[in-house]
């Protein structure tokens, strides 16, 4: 089957980056499909390959050495995975999963250090995602402690929701417990408040955003500052 051309790609870097950097990864790049719960790579390892998402979601996992566990980032089709090797990290510090179903491109990782090695433009369009990214990470620590369980969870639905085709979300408590850091009775009182607003509707393993315009206001001061240094320096994610 032929490869789609580059501007049928659903992953926005790869998409609006320049031509001749989108030749130097091209035909190299495979597409694969993904499922919740799938492991892209874990802490300690030096990671095969780099993932392009278009329409899964991952999530970076920090694990302490007691065995605490908690999502420090997301990324989807806005971006990339890992970061940290297009800037001469060796190993990387947390594991990757994912957390809602898709597809996605993956490309080796010693293609891809070459590519940015030659091309000064195609590392600059990957450094400046990872300083989104780190952005997002900080915000969620600030969302951590300092917003009910409630606004943090609508903060996060509507972080997946930029990310993903459609407004279906394949997801678990489970999952929706670690993302947030609380138990999972807490995320049932959380989904039932806003449900019963209107915001969303939870069943068995998906979420459906029903009313954006109400998520995004009841996060308030929540949500809305990494997105708004994404779309500066990166463009706005159609």
Known sequence: MPQPTQSTFRNHLLRTMAADDFALLAPHLEECDLKLGDPL???????EYFWFPN???????????????????????????PVGLVMGAQVSPYDCMIQSQGEAWRIKTGVLVDAVTASPSLRELLLRFAFVLSIQTTYTALSNSVHPIDERLARWLLMCHDRIIGDEMEITHEFLSLMLTVRRPSVTTALHVLEGNGFIRAERRRITIRNRAGLEEFAGDAYGIPEAQYRNLLGPLA
Request: charged share 20%; hydrophobic share 30%; glycine share 20%.
């Open 41 to 47: 790579y874990r802490a300690g390892d030096t990671p």
């Open 55 to 81: 329409s899964a979601l991952g999530s970076l996992v920090a694990t302490s050495p007691e065995g605490h566990r908690i999502e420090g980032g997301i990324f989807g089709r806005e971006g990339f995975s």
